[in-house]
Antibody, heavy 117, light 108 residues
Framework: EVQLVESGGGLVQPGGSLRLSCAAS????????MHWVRQAIGKGLEWVSA???????YYPGSVKGRFTISRENAKNSLYLQMNNLRAGDTAVYYC???????????WGQGTLVTVSS | SYVLTQPPSLSVAPGKTARITCGGN??????VHWYQQKPGQAPVLVIY???DRPSGIPERFSGSNSGNTATLTISRVEAGDEADYYC???????????FGGGTKLTVL
C-alpha cells in the first residue's frame, strides 16, 4: 500500500524557516517524480515544487529562490526547505507522487504551516 | 502563464448528470487530470490523461477534452459525490503544474 506521511509543519514567524519532510512507503520511491502541493484554508490547490528522478527541480515563481525541494532515496524521503516565509505561505502542504504527465496519483494527508507573528 | 478556468459552483439533483468544465487555451492539446476533494480530506485522482479512470473510481466518472474545454462528467449523481473538483495540467512549455480554481459540486 502506497503511503505518504508529511511532518514538520507548525507555527513560524514571518521571515523564518521551516523544513517539511515526507516519508514514503509501499513503492519504489527512486522511480517516481515527487511534488509538493499546498492549499490555504478555504482556497484552491497550488503547486509548490517538483523533483524528478534525476534530482532535477522545478518551482513556480511564487516560491522560487525561497523554497528548495530535495529527496533522499536511501531513506525514501522527500523534503521541502522553506526560507523567508510570508503570511501568504500559510497553508496545508501535501506530499504527492506523480505519474505520467505529472498526474498526482497518491497524496499524503498534509501538514499545516502557519506563518504569523 | 497558463490559466485554467472552472465555474465556482454547480448544483445537480440526485440521479442526474453533472458536467464540470475546465477551460484553457488549446487545452485539447494537453493531458488533463481531475481530482475530487471532500472536506477535511486530501484530494483524490478521479480521471487522468483526459479520460482514464484509476482503479476504484466508479464508471459513473468520465472525462473528455477537446479544443479549449475539458469536461468531467458524473452520471447518476449521488449524495456522496458532493465535493470540490479540480482540473490540472502540466504546461510542458514552462514546466509548470497548473490547477483550475475548483468547482464546488452540491447535490440538491
Amino acid at each position: 500500500e502506497v503511503q505518504l506521511v508529511e511532518s514538520g509543519g507548525g507555527l513560524v514567524q514571518p521571515g523564518g524557516s521551516l523544513r517539511l519532510s515526507c516519508a514514503a512507503s509501499g513503492f519504489t520511491f527512486s522511480s517516481y517524480d515527487m511534488h509538493w502541493v499546498r492549499q490555504a484554508i478555504g482556497k484552491g490547490l497550488e503547486w509548490v515544487s517538483a523533483i524528478g528522478t534525476a534530482d532535477d527541480t522545478y518551482y513556480p515563481g511564487s516560491v522560487k529562490g525561497r523554497f528548495t525541494i530535495s529527496r533522499e532515496n536511501a531513506k525514501n524521503s522527500l523534503y521541502l526547505q522553506m526560507n523567508n516565509l510570508r503570511a501568504g505561505d500559510t497553508a496545508v502542504y501535501y506530499c504527492v507522487r506523480a505519474g505520467d504527465d505529472w498526474n498526482f496519483d497518491y497524496w499524503g494527508q498534509g501538514t499545516l504551516v502557519t506563518v504569523s507573528s | 502563464s497558463y490559466v485554467l478556468t472552472q465555474p465556482p459552483s454547480l448544483s445537480v439533483a440526485p440521479g442526474k448528470t453533472a458536467r464540470i468544465t475546465c477551460g484553457g487555451n488549446n487545452i485539447g492539446g494537453k493531458s488533463v487530470h481531475w481530482y475530487q476533494q471532500k472536506p477535511g480530506q486530501a484530494p483524490v485522482l478521479v480521471i487522468y490523461h483526459d479520460s482514464d479512470r484509476p482503479s476504484g473510481i466508479p464508471e459513473r466518472f468520465s472525462g473528455s477534452n477537446s479544443g479549449n474545454t475539458a469536461t468531467l462528467t458524473i452520471s447518476r449523481v449521488e449524495a456522496g459525490d458532493e465535493a470540490d473538483y479540480y482540473c490540472q495540467v502540466w504546461d510542458s512549455s514552462s514546466d509548470y503544474v497548473v490547477f483550475g480554481g475548483g468547482t464546488k459540486l452540491t447535490v440538491l
